[in-house]
């Protein structure tokens, strides 16, 4: 961007919160169920009906809040916010308005090399609205008629919404990046933007560079990946400036994002201003958590990234980069730490489990904790190396086989006889065959090119099929040719 | 006490009458000037409350129990197309 002009972004993300039922009734929060399966009198809003709130909802709540530093509110109130939409049963949508959950808290991000802290405004918790389906049209424009699918209503979402802070479209992005992996990491949140258990809205506005008073703003919808976060936000960037720079007017008003053509389109709406008519949920009393409550589910938060990070750069002195891979998935941080209990070389281990192990999980699309390797196998291996019992090469086999197999180290070794060749005759043999075969090479090498020399270790390690210790190898190689 | 009444009947999705619009405005500024009685009483020393009874933290352990009778529900689909609710076009 320009330096012209000053680009101010806040967020208002909703999360999806892991629990088992909905927000206010029992029915199952399971995605993806046949239409219309998890649904009930409360969700659908009958005459009569009395909600419930979830008290894992509220926990969860209470949890993010915490880590996202923000201050947990004495008394938090329902309310009902009045409209008209067909995925909205009730024809209100009971949401925390006056009084949230939590305030004025923050997330630290890193852009570039640069940290910085986005403030958070305030932390709610909602009930999300049912899923429309649009006849004949891949969008609400130009479809005839809808379909809705009510299994969706009802489930908890967090609202945390950001304060002005972020001051790009790259910001953006790596704010929703940081929230997910920490509300992954706290266990609040599968957060995927492409299922939509994490989603963003953004209001942008651009104001002249040194100017204090913000521009009007549009709001950005429809971003469902990071890239669409990304995307939508750098053209509605483009448009903010073209449509100033010509001397003309922001409308305030809600862009939907157009993830085909990556550009912006205006909502057209008949809807006059908004007038939700909010008043307290007369069925749901306040919410008045207490010290001892927080303090106890605080103390199920666990070590968080940031603090995780610092810990394994004092305790096991691994580089910045290793770090932060083997800091994003906390299921991993967790394997090393285990690892290490039983063999102490800590960047040995995490170079493996970031290297061969996360290729292996990757490509089975696993996570670390459903897989046959457990921290005392791989502990196993990496000490076989360490005593020169095997080679690396002849490791990462064993490792791929226990993977594959589940068989222990010792019963894989036994069976294809990989330790390494430690009887010297033996590999004196091989060095022997190796020179005979390889004339040519040998010739090259007797003329002074050196470095022809790993060429014949490369087949002394074939010939032993990598049982064979490379330096000894170079050693044998360069004594008989001496 | 003067009130929209047009901005409230749209609100509600309502086509009045003019003479309706003339009734209803009527009757709710009378009711809205009933409820005005209770700024009379001094409430200065008296905290906001949002429920009118003394109760906080009711909730409910995050158990899942379907419900045995969702044709019970679907019934009141004016139309159904695939187990779902077919509704007009929302946007105009």
Request: net charge negative.
């Amino acid at each position: 961007m320009h330096s012209k002009y000053e680009t101010v972004i806040g967020l208002e993300t909703h999360a999806q919160l892991l629990t088992e039922s909905k927000m206010f009734c029992s029915c199952s929060t399971k995605f993806g169920s046949k239409p219309n399966t998890n649904i009930c009198p409360v969700c659908t809003g009958q005459p009569g009906v009395l909600p419930v709130i979830n008290k894992k909802a509220i926990e969860l709540a209470i949890k993010t809040a915490i880590a996202l530093n923000c201050r947990i509110e004495k008394m938090s109130v329902f309310a009902r916010k009045h409209y008209f939409y067909p995925d909205l049963p009730k024809d209100f949508q009971v949401s925390q308005y006056e009084l949230p959950l939590a305030t004025g808290g923050f997330v630290e991000i890193e852009v570039e090399g640069k940290k910085q802290k986005i403030g958070i405004t305030r932390i709610h918790l909602e009930e999300d609205a049912g899923k429309l389906v649009h006849k004949g049209a891949a969008r609400i424009m130009g479809a005839g008629e809808s379909l809705v699918d009510y299994n969706r209503t009802g489930v908890p979402l967090m609202e945390i919404v950001t304060e002005p802070d972020i001051r790009s479209p790259l910001e953006a992005k790596v704010f929703m990046e940081t929230l997910q992996h920490l509300l992954q990491f706290i266990g609040v949140c599968d957060a995927k933007m492409e299922e939509g258990s994490l989603r963003c809205d953004a209001n942008l506005s651009l104001r002249p560079a040194g100017e204090t008073k913000l521009g009007t703003k549009t709001e950005v919808k429809n971003m469902n990946s990071f890239r669409a976060v990304l995307k939508a936000l750098e053209a509605e960037e483009k448009r903010h400036a073209e449509v100033l720079n010509e001397g003309g007017k922001i409308l305030q008003e809600t862009r939907f994002f157009d993830d085909i053509n990556e550009t912006t389109i205006g909502m057209r709406s008949k809807e006059f201003a908004h007038d939700y008519r909010y008043f307290p949920e007369p069925d749901l009393v306040p919410v008045e958590p207490d010290h001892q409550w927080i303090e106890t589910i605080k103390n199920t938060l666990g070590e968080l990234p940031e603090a995780k990070s610092e810990r394994f750069f004092n305790e096991y002195s691994l580089a910045a980069g290793i770090n932060k891979i083997l800091i994003s998935d906390k299921l991993k941080a967790d394997f090393f730490e285990r690892t290490v209990k039983h063999f102490n070389k800590p960047e040995m281990i995490a170079n493996w489990i970031i290297g061969d192990i996360a290729a292996y999980l990757n490509e089975n699309k696993k996570s670390i904790n459903e897989i046959s390797l457990t921290p005392e196998k791989l502990s196993e291996i990496l000490k076989l190396i360490d005593n020169g019992t095997i080679t690396g090469k002849i490791a990462k086999n064993i490792l791929l086989e226990v993977l594959g197999t589940g068989k222990t180290v010792q019963d894989i070794i036994k069976e294809q006889g990989l330790t390494q060749i430690s009887d010297e005759g033996e590999l004196v043999k091989i060095v022997g065959d190796v020179i005979k075969n390889n004339p040519k090479q040998v010739d090259e090498f007797k003329s002074g090119k050196d470095t022809v020399i790993m060429f014949l270790v490369g087949q002394v390690m074939k010939a032993s099929k990598g049982r064979a210790k490379p330096d000894k190898a170079q050693e044998l190689l360069r004594k008989a040719l001496g | 006490m003067k009130i929209d009444v047009e901005h409230i009947a749209r609100l509600a999705r309502l086509g009045l009458s003019d003479e309706e619009k003339k009734l209803y405005g009527e009757q709710l500024s009378r009711i809205l000037e009933y409820a005005e009685t209770l700024n009379k009483l001094p409430t200065e020393n008296i905290a906001p409350t949002t429920h009118a009874i003394p109760m906080k933290n009711v909730l409910r352990e995050d158990r899942m129990v379907p419900f045995p009778d969702i044709e019970a529900i679907m019934i009141n689909a004016p139309q159904e197309e695939s187990n779902m609710f077919l509704v007009p076009r929302i946007m105009e």
